[in-house]
């Protein structure tokens, strides 16, 4: 069965620290993958995704992440984080051929102190 | 493009009241999905809608729960009668496939 980790449940950082937010997935077939930035008392916002091509994507707020197929992971991260980044964070899969179901994982929250 | 619309955005009821909740997806997109979101579980798919029909409901809890899309701009999920547990954020999304989902802003319901 397909699953998605997020090994963190809280990831505390410093304003202007690099921080990493990780995530694996299991499947025995293609993906698609996304991050999600949800906001407090707020709806799920696209942070960026990997359909095919680069391993390394980018997104929006300065985010990226790359696709590690041999490691099965697709790891978030930012050079320096803002107060404004504070959010939970949620990794998602979904398989090439089906109808675009997406599998979350359980979130982080990223906590960025001054 | 307006994105898509939830309503209400906080709905507060009493056990074993019906509670309808709304969902307009984005102009033009076929597929519409419904999540729940609790501490507990975390977010769940509920039931997913390609071309206005019913696909996949196998996470629908209970028979306590409908959902129902009757044209390609208006969906609706129908808890009755509901219950404390129902208590939760749920959150409608839509998107033409294989295209990024987009998530409403959610409805906070309090069963109490």
């Known amino acids: 069965a397909q699953s998605v980790t997020q090994l963190d449940s809280q990831v505390p950082v410093f304003e202007e620290a690099p921080v990493e937010l990780r995530c694996n997935y299991s499947s025995s077939v293609s993906v698609y993958l996304f991050w999600y930035v949800q906001y407090p008392n707020q709806g799920l916002q696209l942070l960026l995704k990997?359909?095919?091509?680069?391993?390394l994507v980018k997104g929006i707020n300065g985010f990226e992440a790359e696709f590690n197929k041999s490691q099965t992971s697709f790891h978030l991260r930012k050079p320096s984080v803002h107060i404004s980044d504070t959010a939970e964070y949620f990794c998602?899969?979904?398989?090439?051929?089906?109808?675009?179901?997406?599998?979350f994982g359980a979130g982080t929250r990223l906590a960025v102190h001054p | 493009d307006a994105g898509v619309i939830q309503s209400p955005r906080h709905e507060v009821t009493e056990m074993g009241q019906e509670v309808t909740l709304r969902c307009k997806p984005i102009s033009g997109h076929n597929s519409l999905f419904w999540y729940r979101q609790t501490m507990m579980r975390g977010l769940e798919l509920l039931i997913y809608f390609n071309n206005n029909v019913p696909i996949d409901d196998s996470g629908m809890p209970e028979d306590r729960f409908s959902a129902k899309m009757p044209n390609a701009s208006f969906s609706t999920l129908k808890i009755q009668p509901s219950e404390p547990r129902d208590s939760a954020v749920y959150f409608c999304a839509s998107s033409r496939p294989p295209e990024t989902q987009y998530f409403g802003p959610g409805t906070r319901l309090l069963v109490l």
């Open positions: 998602a899969v979904s398989f090439s051929g089906g109808y675009n179901k997406l599998i």
């Open positions: 990997y359909l095919s091509g680069s391993t």
